[in-house]
T-cell receptor, first 116, second 115 residues
């Protein structure tokens, strides 16, 4: 079975702290994604990566950065956490079927971040 | 920007009834329409998908229909069971930077199936 593992299920941080959310996948997927899930807003793409050291901004990249030093690991970084970043964060991975072909996304169980 | 609208936001049915969730999309170039199910405490999981060259697809109790002219697609669940209770998300592709496709998700439908 494909497994996408997010390092922390629940985090509580203070405003201004630096936050790292880690994600590891075990299926040798080329693509990795970070989404944010908020009630009534669905899943919104923060960043995605289609290869090691490659990254592309999604729809809501402001206040976030990412790192992909190894194929299996994709990290989301909040340089200075703010209360409006309180949310559920979902990591996902997929095979690269070609730029125009979208494959199945495999999601982790999510990391619920609260910023006080 | 492109968007996907999903209705209803909540749906309550009796066990054995059918459930229908509808989505509309704005990008006429969208060509892939997956549906994801998210159970409590878990990440979303793909349950069925359809591509733009197909009008309908069925997998046991679930089916998806696509009307490209009207830019509508729908999820149909028949003979609902309590384990169908979850949040369902529709999605549609849209062209993204670098020539990649990305998925735009609807806001989700919380389905409750009552015994």
């Amino acid at each position: 079975d494909v497994k996408v593992t997010q390092s922390s299920r629940y985090l509580v941080k203070r405003t201004g702290e630096k936050v790292f959310l880690e994600c590891v996948q075990d299926m040798d997927h080329e693509n990795m994604f970070w989404y944010r899930q908020d009630p009534g807003l669905g899943l919104r793409l923060i960043y995605f990566s289609y290869d090691v050291k490659m990254k592309e901004k999604g729809d809501i990249p402001e206040g976030y950065s990412v790192s992909r030093e190894k194929k299996e690991r994709f990290s989301l970084i909040l340089e200075s956490a703010s209360t409006n970043q309180t949310s559920m964060y979902l990591c996902a991975s997929s095979y690269q079927l070609g730029r125009q072909n979208t494959g199945e996304l495999f999601f982790g169980e999510g990391s619920r971040l609260t910023v006080l | 920007g492109e968007n996907v609208e999903q209705h209803p936001s909540t749906l309550s049915v009796q066990e054995g009834d059918s459930a229908v969730i509808k989505c509309t999309y704005s990008d006429s170039a969208s060509n892939y329409f997956p549906w994801y199910k998210q159970e409590l405490g878990k990440g979303p999981q793909l349950i069925i998908d359809i591509r733009s060259n197909v009008g309908e697809k069925k997998d046991q109790r679930i089916a998806v229909t696509l009307n490209k002219t009207a830019k509508h697609f729908s999820l149909h669940i028949t003979e609902t069971q309590p384990e169908d209770s979850a949040v369902y998300f529709c999605a549609a592709t849209t062209l993204f930077s670098g020539g990649y496709n990305k998925l735009i998700f609807g806001a989700g439908t919380r389905l409750a199936v009552h015994p």
